[in-house]
């Protein structure tokens, strides 16, 4: 499985929703916390880019020593729908300051560094430190895995429910199979939910043989769970 700080990376790099929490500033608008883009520099910093008369700039601005406490809270949402779609959330906190010249003009780069962060996910509950985030990577698929979702769960719906076979009579008779979706994708495997309603659901998940680098051997992987599947 990815370890905690591999999660962490992959949700901070992803287009996952994010928010800044700022001492002070709880009567703000989300999506006025909210970074425009934001991106892992090399030593474990995280960048973050806002207008230039966004809260999170005024305050990094008028910060006491230059630097603000915040936590940076993102919040993982399934890309299809299932019950319960929310399938994660990570918090990075650490200490805001602002990069002047850095942006184009009407923004302002912010630098997030990080302190500590904690990931709850479908994986489990995990902490990182600034020095694992940093040496950590993305998972490989993050950047397809919403269109790779969203394909399976329009065009394959047949082959989804296929992958029931591959659960075993025990499990397949617990599961609902009124509804079944692919509610996960990482180098590692393909998670399913199966539900019969918001109150009845049940994950499987199907791991592949060895990690995969790209899509191209993603590709060839989700062919062979399908074949055994239909075996």
């Known amino acids: 499985m990815p370890s905690a700080a591999e999660r962490t990376r992959t949700l901070v790099q992803s287009t996952c929703s994010a928010v800044l929490l700022i001492p002070g500033a709880a009567g703000h608008r989300p999506e006025l916390l909210a970074p425009e883009a934001r991106a892992v520099g090399p030593d474990g910093e995280i960048f973050l880019l806002y207008p230039a008369d966004a809260p999170p700039v005024r305050a990094a601005t008028h910060a006491q020593d230059d630097e603000l406490p915040v936590v940076l809270e993102i919040t993982d949402v399934a890309p299809v729908s299932v019950p319960h779609r ?8 650490g200490w805001l300051t ?9 923004r302002m780069m912010l630098r997030l560094e990080v ?3 904690n990931v709850d996910d479908l994986w ?5 430190d600034p020095e694992e985030f940093a040496a950590a990577a993305p998972d490989p698929l993050q950047a397809h895995e919403t269109e790779l979702l969203q394909h399976l769960h329009a065009v394959h719906g047949d082959r989804m429910r296929d992958l029931t076979a591959l659960l075993g009579a025990h ?11 692919p509610l996960a994708l990482d180098r ?20 592949f043989p060895a990690p995969v680098r790209d899509v ?3 590709r060839r992987e989700m ?3 399908f074949e055994a599947a239909r075996a």
């Not at 489990?124 to 990182?128: I, S």
């Not at 617990?174 to 979706?181: C, F, G, H, Q």
């Not at 590692?188 to 791991?207: Q, T």
């Open 98 to 106: 602002c990069l002047p010249g850095v942006a184009e003009p009407g």
């Open 124 to 128: 489990g509950c995990g902490e990182v």
């Open 188 to 207: 590692f495997g393909l998670r399913v939910r199966f539900s019969a309603g918001p109150d009845h659901s049940f994950d499987a998940r199907f791991d």
């Open 86 to 93: 929310i399938r994660g959330r990570a918090w990075v906190s």
């Open 115 to 117: 302190g500590a962060a």
């Open 216 to 218: 191209s051997a993603l």
């Open 171 to 181: 499990a397949a008779a617990l599961v609902p199979t009124r509804d079944v979706a």
């Open 223 to 225: 062919h062979r769970l």
